[in-house]
Every structure is written in structure tokens, then in C-alpha cells.
């Protein structure tokens, strides 16, 4: 293929240049279109009308499928921008609400949009109380997840007045009300795998004191939020809250491209994310660190995970897009000291085995060559645990903070005029076609 200059092209991507493919001796222009900043795209819309030939990209390693400006990460350089704003700076100098902000309407919140904005989700934190029946359908062991899939799908049958989607105002009351009740649907799923009652939320705590309080409160007695531990997992929702086209995300906007409600939309990302090679990631590295028990195991695994016949992987290792150290991976390791040290747990035997696995692996040459370094879930299990949560609900924390970006980039597809309901193609290698036998 040659690539050459040429006129502008489409907005939002425009054309500064053509590639020219040959098939079959046959040539055809395809325009490249350049982004913000980033890999130009070469505009394939129209290669099977003009060659007959889909392109093949299984898993779309080299695909883009939409056009965004809500995040962008340089995986080579291991940078992560929410906005335009780099991710260590956002985690340490602002909230996770703020953040939600940023992500849904594209600037930082002046103080005044933030208190509004603080009010306008806190009013949602409530759900429908027939809610709280749908949990005896489960059972008290069920993994959360199952629980979070199951009933995000059903706030469709509660809110008719934000399901209309070509209506910017039930689409905006839709990402409020998404928002605002994951975390209360999930304190909800934790609180039925105990037998303990159902806490509401309390309009006096922010967002992540507020969830806090609805996990580990009782009745019987008053419940103080720790300030380190509310600031340290306000810090991690910030970490997880998006990270631009991944499987979860792609799953939303997928199902939103047909038209499906926002509700039925993020309870297909939760569904999505809960695979161990996605978000439940987190809950697969610490069982990995349990397993390998000692310092003295971790050759043992790391031979193991070299060994393409053991099908076993380093959990929370490698990324698609990150060929450096993921940046997230640096604050999380940052906030898991912090929270061991305030909790008194700073000699967590889980974290000397993470510590001397991270060691050993950047060190190892098939860990270099494949560029393989710690993502956001390896640390973020002992964090959690350390935090009190159980390791079945990582994943369902991990779905509380990813809300915003999965809604945000469900809201930007539907408004964006490029977009067309999704329809892959296939390269068909089945049978031919041949005629039912004859009786
Ligand atoms: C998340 O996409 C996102 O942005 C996701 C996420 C988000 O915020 O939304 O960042 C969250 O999902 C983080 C990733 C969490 N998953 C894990 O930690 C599971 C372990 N990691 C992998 O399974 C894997 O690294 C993936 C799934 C994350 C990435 O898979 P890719 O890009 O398809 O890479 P690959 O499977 O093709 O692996 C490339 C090579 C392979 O060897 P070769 O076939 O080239 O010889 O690296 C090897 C793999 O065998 N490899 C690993 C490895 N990950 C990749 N070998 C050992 N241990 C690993 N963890």
C-alpha cells in the first residue's frame, strides 16, 4: 500500500492524506484520516464495495471502530489521559465525582457545576424499593457479578422516563441514575451474600464514603469512615473509571448501536468485564498470589507462565495496548502501601510475593521481549482485601468505577452522526453450499 498527500477530508478526523491498496492488479484510494493525536486511521467503510474483500482483524488489534474524545492512552510511552489530563495528575489532585464530571461533559467542574452535579447524583443514589425483592431470587453464595448483571438489567423495568434514547434529557438522567446506583446495588449484593440488612445511602457522605458506609455499616451500631481508606478507594475508582475501547466499553457500544436502553447496555459491559482476562483480572491475581504462597514458589510459577502447554498466565501481567508500564499500575502500587501502612498490615506476606513477582519478571528476558509489566490488577487485589472487601466483589468495584466511562462513551456513540448500528463481517470458512439428501 502507498500513503500519500492529498485534500482534507470529514471532520473529526480529517483527511490529510490517501493510501493506495492494490488488489487482485486492481488499485483503490482509501483516505487516511489523523485524530487529535495518536495513529492516523486508513478509512476501510468503503473497501468491500470498491475490492469485494472484508478486512480480518480478529480481537481488533489493529481496528479502530469509532471515533472519541473522551480518553487516550500511548501504550508504548505507558500514558493514560482522561480529557487530555494525565491519570497520576487527576488521582492526585482531584475526586472520583469530578472525574464522572470530566468524563460525561469534557471539562473539569468549576466549584459551582460540582456542587450541582454532587447534589444531582446523590439524589440518585436510591433505587425503586421492589429492588431489594429481586435479591431473594439469589442465591446468598451467588458471585456478585451474577447479581450486578442481573439486576442493572432490570433498572430498565423501573425507569421508563430515562429509557428513550434519541432524547438528549432521558440520556442525561440515565448516566445520573447509572452513576448513582451501582454503588448502592452493589453494597446491596454484598450485604445479601452476608444474611446483614440492606444500608441505605446517606446524602451527608461523598460518593465514596457513601459506599463505604453501605458496605460495612450495621444497624445495631454507628459506622465511622476511615479518610484514608475513603480517599485511597476514591483514588482507585479514579484508576478504573475508563480506558478507551476496551472489551467491556466496545460491548456497550455495540449493544447501544442497536438501540438498546443504557440500562441493558452497562449490564452487557458488566458482563463483559467480569472475564478473568478482562476486569476480572483483579480477583484471578490475587487467587494467583495466594496460590504461589511464597517468595520461595515464584520461579516455579514464572517457568510456568513461559510454558505456552501450561496454559497458565501471571495474572494482572500484559496489556493490549500497554508495551510499557501501565500507568495505573504505578498509583495503585502507590495507594496499596499507603493503605497497608494505615491499616498496620505492611507485612502482608501477599505483598512481598507481589513485590519480589513484579522483580523477578521485569528481569526476565521473555517478559521483556514480549513487553509484559504489571497492570492496574495486580495490585488492586491485595489493596482491596486489605481494605475488607472479599476478593468475589474486586470485580464488582471494578464495574462500580467503570460506570462513568462505559456511559460517557455510550453517550458520545449515540450522538456521534458516524455512527451506524454494528454489523462485523466474517471470512466464511464453512461448508460450500449442497442440497438436503434425498430421502
Ligand atoms: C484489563 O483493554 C483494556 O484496556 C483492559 C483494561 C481496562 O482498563 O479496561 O486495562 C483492564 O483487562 C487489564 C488486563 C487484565 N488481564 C490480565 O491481567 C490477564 C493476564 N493478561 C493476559 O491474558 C493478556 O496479557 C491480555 C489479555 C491482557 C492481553 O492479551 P493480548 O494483547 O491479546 O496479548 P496476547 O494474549 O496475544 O499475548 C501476547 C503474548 C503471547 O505470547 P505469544 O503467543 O506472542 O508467544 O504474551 C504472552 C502470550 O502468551 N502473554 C503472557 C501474558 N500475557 C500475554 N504470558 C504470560 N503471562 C501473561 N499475563
Known amino acids: ?22 488488489v487482485d492488479n ?17 478509512d476501510v467503510g468503503n473497501l468491500y464495495r470498491q475490492t469485494g474483500c472484508f478486512t480480518y482483524d480478529p480481537g481488533f488489534t489493529s481496528t479502530a471502530n469509532c471515533r472519541s474524545a473522551i480518553t487516550f492512552i500511548d501504550g508504548d510511552k505507558g500514558e493514560l489521559l482522561y480529557r487530555g489530563y494525565p491519570i497520576d495528575q487527576l488521582a492526585e489532585n482531584t475526586n472520583f465525582l469530578a472525574v464522572c464530571y470530566l468524563l460525561l461533559y469534557g471539562e473539569l467542574p468549576t466549584n459551582a457545576e460540582f456542587i450541582a452535579f454532587r447534589r444531582t447524583i446523590t439524589n440518585h443514589t436510591m433505587v425503586h424499593e421492589q429492588m431489594t425483592r429481586f435479591f431473594t431470587g439469589y442465591r446468598r453464595d451467588a458471585h456478585p457479578m451474577a447479581v450486578m448483571v442481573g439486576n442493572v438489567g432490570a433498572l430498565s423495568s423501573f425507569y421508563h422516563d ?6 438528549q434529557a432521558q440520556r442525561e438522567v440515565a448516566s445520573h441514575r447509572m452513576i448513582a446506583k451501582m454503588p448502592t446495588i452493589a453494597a446491596m449484593a454484598y450485604k445479601y451474600s452476608l444474611g446483614q440488612p440492606f444500608i441505605y ?29 475513603s480517599r485511597a478507594l476514591d483514588r482507585i475508582f479514579i484508576l478504573h473509571a475508563d480506558h478507551e475501547q476496551n472489551a467491556s466499553t466496545s460491548t456497550v457500544r455495540l449493544a447501544g448501536s442497536s438501540g438498546a436502553n443504557p440500562f441493558a447496555c452497562i449490564s452487557a459491559g458488566i458482563a463483559c468485564l467480569w472475564g478473568p482476562a478482562h476486569g476480572g483480572a483483579n480477583e484471578a491475581a490475587l487467587n494467583m498470589l495466594r496460590e504461589i504462597g511464597t517468595v520461595e514458589r515464584i520461579p516455579e510459577f514464572v517457568k510456568k507462565a513461559k510454558d505456552k502447554s501450561s496454559g497458565f498466565r501471571l495474572m494482572g501481567f500484559g496489556h493490549r495496548v500497554y508495551k510499557n508500564y501501565d500507568p495505573r499500575a504505578k498509583v495503585m502500587q502507590k495507594t496499596c502501601h499507603e493503605v497497608l501502612d494505615a491499616l498496620g498490615h505492611r507485612d502482608d506476606p501477599l505483598l512481598k510475593v507481589a513485590l519480589e513477582l513484579e522483580r523477578i519478571a521485569l528481569q526476565d528476558e521473555y517478559f521483556i521481549e514480549k513487553k509484559l509489566y504489571p497492570n492496574i490488577d495486580f ?12 476478593i468475589e466483589l474486586f470485580t464488582v468495584l471494578f464495574a462500580v468505577a467503570r460506570t462513568v466511562g462505559w456511559i ?7 450522538e456521534d452522526p458516524e455512527q451506524r448500528i454494528g454489523r462485523p463481517r466474517q471470512l466464511y470458512i464453512g461448508p460450500k453450499r449442497r442440497d438436503f439428501p434425498a430421502a
Open 26 to 42: 486492481k488499485q483503490v484510494q482509501l483516505e487516511v484520516r489523523s485524530g487529535s493525536i495518536g495513529p492516523d486511521v486508513i
Open 408 to 414: 460517557a462513551q455510550w453517550k458520545e456513540m449515540i
Open 379 to 390: 495490585y488492586s487485589g491485595i489493596t482491596l482485601r486489605a481494605m475488607g472487601f472479599p
Open 162 to 167: 430515562s429509557t428513550d434514547i434519541n432524547d
Open 1 to 22: 500500500m502507498n500513503v500519500h498527500e492529498t485534500k482534507p477530508g470529514k471532520a473529526g478526523g480529517a483527511a490529510k492524506q490517501s493510501a493506495t491498496l492494490t
Open 201 to 229: 445511602p446517606r446524602n451527608d457522605l461523598d460518593y465514596t464514603s457513601n459506599f463505604l458506609q453501605m458496605c460495612f455499616a450495621v444497624p445495631s451500631e454507628p459506622y465511622l469512615v476511615n479518610p484514608v481508606i
